[in-house]
């Protein structure tokens, strides 16, 4: 069974994040400020500045990705069982064993919308992959919690213990509305 809570932070400090919507994510064409690297169809991008095409964005090292077309190309690259149904019809299954996975979709449909995948232990800044405030659907599929942030409402974050969770059902404690679209960034514990 998932388990998700929202606990009080005891510090912390909010910080201004660049925030790009799923069109300028897909086309390369968002606002972000520097950030991660990736490699996608030859070619090294930022990140934060648009995903310039592609649909699933897999770290590597921290802030170091790969990132694919579609799912196809992503099963395919990375030696995973083809034989599952197309895109958008499959769900949190998607994300690979010692990942933390964020959609930019409910019900962890990737269809379109991007995917991004984590598995790094330390603090990610959604930002630098120009995917702040873009999280509608996430699973832990890590041994390890997840602590989840908002930048512009310190006074909690949301640990992710095990398996699922869509955001929209989660909602905050002290400032207002469900984790839907509020993540700025992540932070992957032992």
Not at 50 to 58: D, N
Not at 70 to 83: G, I, K, N, P
Not at 103 to 131: E, K, M
Request: glycine share 8%; with cysteine.
């Amino acid at each position: 069974m998932a388990a998700l809570t929202a606990v009080l932070l005891t510090s912390g400090t909010a910080t201004a994040a660049g925030t790009n919507s799923a069109e300028e994510v897909r086309t390369g064409k968002g606002s972000g400020t520097a950030g991660a690297t990736a490699e996608y169809n030859g070619r090294v991008i930022d990140l934060s500045k648009g995903w310039q095409g592609a649909s699933i964005c897999v770290e590597q090292t921290f802030d170091n990705f790969l990132c694919y077309d579609d799912e196809a190309s992503y099963r395919a690259a990375e030696h995973l069982d083809s034989s599952l149904p197309s895109t958008g019809t499959r769900a949190y299954t998607d994300c690979p064993s010692g990942y933390f996975c964020l959609w930019d979709n409910a019900n962890y449909n990737n269809g379109s919308f991007p995917r991004v995948q984590y598995r790094t232990l330390g603090t990610h800044n959604l930002a630098s992959i120009g995917f702040t405030n873009r999280a509608n659907s996430v699973y832990n599929n890590r041994s390890g919690w997840t602590v989840a942030a908002d930048d512009t409402c310190s006074s909690e974050t949301l640990w992710v213990e095990t398996r699922i969770s869509e955001l929209s059902n989660w909602q905050r404690q002290y400032c207002s509305g469900s984790w839907n679209n509020k993540i700025d960034r992540v932070t992957l514990r032992s």
